[in-house]
């Protein structure tokens, strides 16, 4: 995972039956729910609205012809 201002990075790894929708959706849930549990003091000056954390799209990519490795490092460069 690599964080910046205004996006993530995350490598995932799921079963073929699993829709990509259905990924995304449920690691934006449960995040907005953990960090509203643990943050909420800090997050309602900036979200005093909604608990909304997320916006409605992402992006997503396969490997391909790229290697695992190559990703990762990839990634991990996102965060610097």
Not at 52 to 61: E, L, N, Q, R
Request: net charge positive; hydrophobic share 40%.
């Amino acid at each position: 995972m690599a964080v910046k201002a205004d996006h993530v990075h995350l490598i995932v790894s799921s079963h073929p039956g699993i829709a990509v929708l259905d990924i995304i959706r449920k690691l934006k849930q449960v995040s907005t729910h953990r960090l509203w549990q643990s943050c909420a003091d800090e997050l309602s000056k900036f979200f005093w609205k909604k608990k909304i954390i997320w916006t409605k799209g992402y992006f997503v990519s396969t490997l391909g012809c790229i290697s695992e490795e190559t990703v990762i490092q990839y990634v991990k460069n996102q965060g610097l």
